[in-house]
C-alpha cells in the first residue's frame, strides 16, 4: 500500500526543487535510530538542539524534461511507489520503493528525504542514485549510494560510508571513519581518530588530520599537509606529495614521484617507490637511522653522520640514531635534506 499519509501535522506545499512535497514532524527524543531508502534521490540527515525532529519529503521528475503538476505526481505515488514515513518503535522509518522492478526509470520520480533529528541517533540510508549528506550527529552511521557523493560534516562515532561512484567529502570528523569510494575524489579535513579512506580510482587530499590514518587509491595522487599520529598513504600509480608532517610515515608509489616534508620526525618514515623519485626533507638536529637507496642519491645539510655513503646507498646514522628513515626507489633518483 503507498503511504504518504502524513497526519494533521503535516503540511503539503507547491511542488518545486527547494519547496517540500510534504513535512512530517516527530519528537526527537523518541528517536534513537534512523532508517532511509530511496532509488533515486538524495538523503540528507541533521542533528539539532531543539526537540523538534521532522522529515520533508521532495519530488522531481527523474527525467529533468519532464513537468508533472502536484496532483500528477500523487497519483504517480499511489500508483507506481511505496512510501513510508512513521515511527518504528524508536526508529524512524523514511522510505520510497518502486512497486515494480522493472521500472521506466525514463517516467520515475526522483524521491529525495532532509531528515532533522537529535545529534545522538545512528542511521542506515541508501540510496541508489543520489547523495548522502550527514551534519552535526553522534553515533553509528551507516550509508551507501550507487551514483552519488557522501558529504559528511561534523559527526562523530562510528562511520562506514561507501559510494560506488561519486565523490567524498568530510571534515570535522571524529573517532572512526571508513569510506570508500569506486571512482570519486576524497577530501579529508580537521578529522581526528582511526580514519580509513579508499578510492580506485581518484585522487586523495588529506588536511589538518590527527591519529592513525590509512589513504590509498589505486590510480590518483595522494596530497596535504599538517597530519600528525600515524599516516600510510600509498597509490599504484599517482605522486604522493604531503608537508607539514609530524606523524609516523609509510608512503609508496608504483610510478609518479614522492615529495614529503616532516616538520617533527615520529618513530619511523618508510618511502618506496618503484618507477619515479623521492624527496624528502627532514629537520635538522635530530637523531636519525638512515637507509637510503637509489639510482642516485643526493643530500644535503648532514651532520654527524656516521656510516657508508655510495653514489646509489647510504646506510648509517644521523647523531648517534634515532627515527628510523628508510627510503627505496628502484629505478629513480632520492633526494634527502636536513632543514
Known sequence: MSLLILSAAATTKAQDSKTPFSTRNFSASAIKSVESTTSGGNISVSGTATGQAAVEIYIQPGNSRKNYSKDEIQKKLNDDYDLRVEMEGSKLIAIAKPKKRNMDWNDALSISFKITVAKATNTNLTTSGGNVSLNNLNGTQDFTTSGGNLNIDQVGGKLNGRTSGGNINVK???????????????????????????????????????????????????????????????????????????????????????????????????????????????????????????????????????????????DGTINGGGVAVTVRASSGRVSVTMK
Open 172 to 314: 570535522n570528523a571524529t573517532d572512526y571513519l571508513d569510506l570508500t569510494t569506486s571512482g570519486g575524489n576524497i577530501d579529508a579535513e580537521s578529522c581526528s581518530g582511526e580514519i580509513k579512506l579508499s578510492t580506485s580510482g581518484g585522487n586523495v587530499s588529506l588536511n589538518q588530520l590527527k591519529g592513525n590514518i590509512d589513504a590509498t587509491t589505486s590510480g590518483g595522487n595522494v596530497k596535504g599537509g599538517s597530519i600528525s599520529g600515524e599516516l600510510e598513504a600509498h597509490t599504484s600509480g599517482g605522486s604522493v606529495r604531503l608537508d607539514g608532517l609530524a606523524c609516523a610515515l609509510s608512503a609508496s608509489t608504483s610510478g609518479g614521484s614522492i615529495d614529503i616534508a616532516i616538520v617533527e620526525p615520529v618513530k619511523f618514515v618508510k618511502l618506496s617507490n618503484s618507477g619515479g623519485n623521492i624527496a624528502l626533507s627532514l629537520p635538522a638536529g635530530k637523531g636519525y637511522d638512515l637507509r637510503l637507496s637509489g639510482s642516485k642519491i643526493k643530500t644535503e645539510n648532514f651532520a654527524n653522520f656516521k656510516g657508508d655513503i655510495e653514489e646509489d646507498e647510504i
